[in-house]
C-alpha cells in the first residue's frame, strides 16, 4: 500500500481513475523499476487518515506523482467567478480561454460546487510570469470533470495578451441562499473512496503489510 505524507501527516489516495501509467510514475519515484500491473479493489487493508489525492491522472512519463493532474486542483480567484487556475508540476498557471465555451464553464462551476452554469471571457493574467498550463480547454456533454475534458498537453501553452479564462458562475435559481453568501474553496475536498492507495512525498515508507 502506498502512503502519502502531505500537511504534517500520513493520508491515502482513492482508487478512482488509478491505472497503470500512475502506478508507472509511483514505481519511477521510488526507484523501484517497472510497474507489472495494478491490483484493484482492496488488494491491502483500507488506510487510515485524510485522502489527500483523488482522480489521479498521470501520462506516466512523470518523475512525481505530484506532477499528475489531480481533482480539486483548479480554483476561480474570486472563489466563484475570477480567473481560471489549476495547480500542475508544483505551481498554479493559468487556463487560455482559446475554444472554451459555455459547457465547459457550466462543468468548472459545477465541479468546485459554484453553481449548475457559468460564463466565459478573455482576461489579462494575474501573474504576467505565471506559466499557461492549459490551452483549448473544450468539455463534452459527457464529461463530469475538467481532466477529462480534451485539450492541447498540460504544459507550457501560449495565452498570447488577453486570452487567459475567466469564469462567471452563476447560483442556483431556486436556492434559498443569497448569492452574496455563496463561497467556494480552492482546497482539496477529501471525499468517501471505495477503496485506497497511499503513496510518500517527500519520505517513503515502504514496509510491507
Not at 498550463?133 to 463534452?140: A, G, I, P, T, V
Not at 463530469?144 to 501560449?158: A, F, M, V
Not at 448569492?179 to 515508507?205: D, G, I, K, Y
Request: glycine share 8%; charged share 25%; net charge negative.
Amino acid at each position: 500500500r502506498l502512503e502519502v505524507f502531505h500537511r504534517g501527516s500520513w493520508g491515502t489516495v482513492c482508487d478512482d481513475s488509478w491505472d497503470l501509467e500512475d502506478a508507472q510514475v509511483v514505481c519511477r519515484q521510488l526507484q523501484c523499476g517497472t510497474a507489472l500491473c495494478v491490483l484493484l479493489p482492496f488488494s491491502f487493508r483500507i488506510g487510515t487518515g485524510p485522502i489527500w489525492l483523488d482522480e489521479v491522472g498521470c501520462v506516466g512519463n512523470e518523475t512525481s506523482l505530484w506532477e499528475c493532474p489531480k481533482a480539486d486542483e483548479m480554483r476561480l480567484t474570486d472563489g466563484c467567478s475570477g480567473k481560471l487556475e489549476v495547480f500542475y508540476n508544483g505551481t498554479w498557471g493559468n487556463v487560455c480561454s482559446d475554444k472554451m465555451d459555455a459547457d465547459t464553464a457550466s462543468l468548472i462551476c459545477q465541479e468546485l460546487n459554484c453553481g449548475k452554469s457559468g460564463t466565459v471571457s478573455d482576461t489579462w493574467p494575474r501573474l504576467q510570469s505565471a506559466p499557461n498550463w492549459l490551452d483549448e480547454l473544450k468539455c463534452r456533454k459527457h464529461d463530469s470533470r475538467l481532466r477529462q475534458c480534451p485539450s492541447r498537453p498540460w504544459g507550457q501553452n501560449d495565452c498570447i495578451g488577453k486570452e487567459v479564462a475567466h469564469i462567471e458562475c452563476k447560483a442556483e435559481e431556486d436556492s434559498n441562499v443569497p448569492w452574496s453568501h455563496l463561497s467556494c474553496s480552492s482546497a482539496a475536498n477529501q471525499r468517501p473512496c471505495t477503496s485506497t492507495f497511499t503513496l510518500a512525498e517527500p519520505s517513503v515508507n515502504r514496509g510491507v503489510n
